[in-house]
């Protein structure tokens, strides 16, 4: 590491773009249709194809069997979704995720990435020492439930599938879905009737 000092992160940004656009690499129409794709990727989506999973036995089969197209079915598709798999937690397995090679997530279902998945503190700790990090996080997981860590990758994008809060019988899927936060969605949380 030099000491020289690095600009922000928005005028680097800009200078790239600047210098792609100059070299005819990109357009600006490009960058524009990017955003505009990017503000329909959240985890909004992915909270409400939970939430039906949770109610709708026939969709969390079809969700667990392949993911790619349940999430597809309620218009959740498209660049960085094209081949997703759901991971179910159970009250004796707790799933994970994590890129350890960069930061990939399902974008349609999760959308783009927080910035400590990016970290190379969570990419690297969170495979060797899962509960520590989870509990770092706030997630306190009792010893007798098993973690296991997934390897989200180019080619496969997992979600998760997080354990429906007891005392929640009586709600409907907008309420399901408000429980379920991008972080119940990697794994490093569960569903909530606190958050959000
Ligand atoms: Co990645």
Redesign the pocket.
């Known amino acids: 590491m030099s000491d020289q000092k690095t600009a922000d992160i928005q005028r680097r940004t800009e200078a790239v773009k600047d210098q792609l656009i100059r070299k005819g690499l990109l357009a600006e129409e490009d960058v524009q249709h990017f955003l505009d794709l990017a503000e329909e990727w959240k985890p909004e989506n992915g909270a409400r194809v939970v939430a039906r999973a949770w109610t709708d036995p026939e969709f969390r089969q079809r969700l667990l069997d392949d993911a790619t197209s349940a999430c597809a079915e309620m218009g959740y598709t498209g660049l960085q979704g094209e081949y997703i798999v759901a991971l179910e937690n159970t009250p004796e397995l707790h799933n994970v995720v994590v890129?350890t090679?960069?930061?990939?997530t399902a974008w349609p279902v999760l959308g783009l990435p927080p910035d400590w998945y990016k970290s190379p503190e969570y990419r690297a700790r969170v495979v060797r020492q899962p509960r520590r990090v989870l509990s770092e996080m706030g997630l306190e997981l009792s010893p007798d439930i098993g973690v296991r860590v997934w390897e989200?990758?180019?080619e496969t994008r997992y979600m998760v599938i997080p354990l429906r809060p007891s005392g929640t019988e009586a709600l409907g899927v907008d309420d399901l879905s408000a429980l379920v936060t991008r972080e119940a969605l990697i794994g490093v949380a569960l569903a909530s009737q606190c958050e959000r």
């Open positions: 890129c090679q960069c930061s990939c989200t990758s180019a």
